[in-house]
């Protein structure tokens, strides 16, 4: 079984010759947590640029559903950049973009009847939903959540409530985003109890929201996500979504769902929200979508895309090598990732919730399939974000070969690639937990940048 291999100190010498060229010429908003400077990956392994390998449980945050250069999706990529590259479907008709749209209007909740929308990233996905919704109903407001992230566009991160520094130097944000708590079951909302919290949250747009602040009649549409991401990996309970669906279809409201992070067989659902039974009117996709290549796509009923010719379009949107690959991964993902990943999520919940028994740091251990969340905590009594402690994990793993990600204020994602096996898993969890112990013992921290 391969195994982590680091041979140099981290970073090695020709990574520190990367990192300093980075910092002169990169954007410094980005949010590197360590210094992984990444030559080539295969499967869910990442060789660095000094031949360290390390054993990859980021996925690339939760893009490579079929792992780090899947043959078959090379292969995909490959022959359709023989045929053609770009031609821009917004302009032109090709068979890809027309393919995946039939694909993805097959395979969305509730099926038949679906248009698509085709950008290049989540933020694009979200960006175009916002002005579907406001186009089609006439009405000028709308719900997100607070913990949720939708993208850093103008749009998207007005929806967006997980970090303030995402909003900081940047008003004014868009007008009419009303944010509402998220029926977070583990650390719930009102000082009230973890079952109580979707009654709770819907009792506050009901009597809250819609009496005090707008008239239902004026919101649009309501953004989610079916399991939060950035915010923290948060589940929310098996109730609630039919709860919100039974108050927005009163006021004709319309469910947007995010399913950027979540979607694509991640969830060991094709789409997380099948978890709670629940039809929403618009989809919105990215990452996981095409194995790594960028693409976004915004699907909704069809009676819905009413807008007309020009009124929202995307150069690159829809690019025929990313169609082509993302069809791919969606047959990929049908013909046996999905199973895999829900049952390597259960496994792997399992095993961390072994874990939470010898080290009372670990507060909570929760998600669905492939997209899991480890919470570190002060004390399981208080509950108390530990973002420290979670940082120096992260560092911890790092420095042992195993490449983790912070998620909200002090969770720790596990999303692997879907293709991930019961073995490699054991290899991350003996890793993680050496880390777990290192920092008892009191491990050191990489200088980092708060995202
Ligand atoms: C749920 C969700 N929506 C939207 C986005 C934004 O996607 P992108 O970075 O592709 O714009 C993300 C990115 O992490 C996400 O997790």
Excluded at 45 to 59: C, E, H, K, P, S
Excluded at 224 to 237: A, D, K, R, S
Excluded at 240 to 250: A, H, I, P, Q, Y
């Amino acid at each position: 079984m391969l195994k982590p291999e680091i041979k140099t100190e981290l970073p090695g010498p020709l990574a520190k010759e990367w990192l300093s060229k980075d910092k002169r010429f990169i954007s410094p908003s980005y949010t590197r947590s360590y210094p992984a400077v990444v030559e080539r990956g295969e499967g869910v392994w990442i060789y660095d640029v000094d031949g360290n390998r390390f054993l990859d449980m980021t996925a690339g945050v939760a893009v490579l559903a079929t792992g780090h250069s899947h043959p078959e999706i090379i292969n995909t990529a490959i022959e359709q950049m023989k045929k053609l590259v770009h031609m821009s479907g917004t302009d032109f008709y090709y068979p890809a973009e027309i393919m995946l749209a039939e694909k993805l209007a097959e395979i969305v909740p509730g099926a038949a009847n679906r248009k698509v929308f085709f950008g290049n990233s989540g933020a694009e996905a979200n960006e175009a939903a916002l002005k579907l919704s406001r186009f089609h109903t006439k009405r000028p407001y709308v719900i997100a959540f607070i913990g949720a992230f939708h993208g850093r566009t103008y749009g998207a991160m007005s929806l967006s409530g997980s970090k303030s520094i995402h909003h900081k130097g940047f008003a004014p944000l868009i007008q009419g985003v009303i944010h509402v708590p998220y029926p977070d079951p583990y650390r719930p909302p009102f000082g009230i109890s973890g079952d109580e919290v979707s009654d709770a949250v819907i009792d506050y747009i009901e009597n809250v929201v819609f009496k005090k602040l707008v008239d239902p009649e004026e919101v649009a549409a309501i953004f989610f996500e079916p399991i939060q991401g950035e915010g923290g990996y948060i589940v929310p309970p098996s109730d609630f979504f039919g709860k919100l669906r039974e108050l927005t279809s009163r006021y004709d409201i319309l469910m947007v769902d995010d399913e950027v992070q979540a979607g694509m067989g991640r969830t060991g659902r094709m789409f997380a929200i099948e978890h709670f039974d629940v039809v929403p009117d618009i989809v919105t996709i990215a990452k996981g979508i095409a194995s790594g290549f960028p693409l976004g796509a915004m699907v909704a009923k069809s009676s819905l895309m009413d807008w007309s010719a020009g009124a929202h379009a995307s150069t690159f949107g829809g690019n025929p090598v990313s169609c082509m690959v993302a069809l791919k991964t969606i047959e990929l993902l049908e013909n046996g990732l999905i199973e895999n990943a829900e049952k390597m999520g259960t496994y792997l919940i399992s095993r961390l919730k072994e874990l939470m028994k010898d080290y009372e740091f670990i507060g909570d251990v929760r998600g669905k399939g492939l997209m899991i969340g480890v919470d570190i905590v002060k004390d399981r009594e208080s509950k108390e974000y530990n973002p420290e402690l979670r940082n120096r994990i992260v560092d911890e793993a790092f420095k042992r070969g195993l490449l983790m990600l912070a998620a909200g204020p002090s969770a720790i994602r596990w999303s692997p690639a879907l293709t991930v096996r019961k073995e490699e898993l054991d290899v991350a969890l003996e890793i993680f937990e050496e880390a777990l112990k290192s920092v008892e013992k009191g491990g050191k921290r990489w200088q980092r940048r708060e995202c």
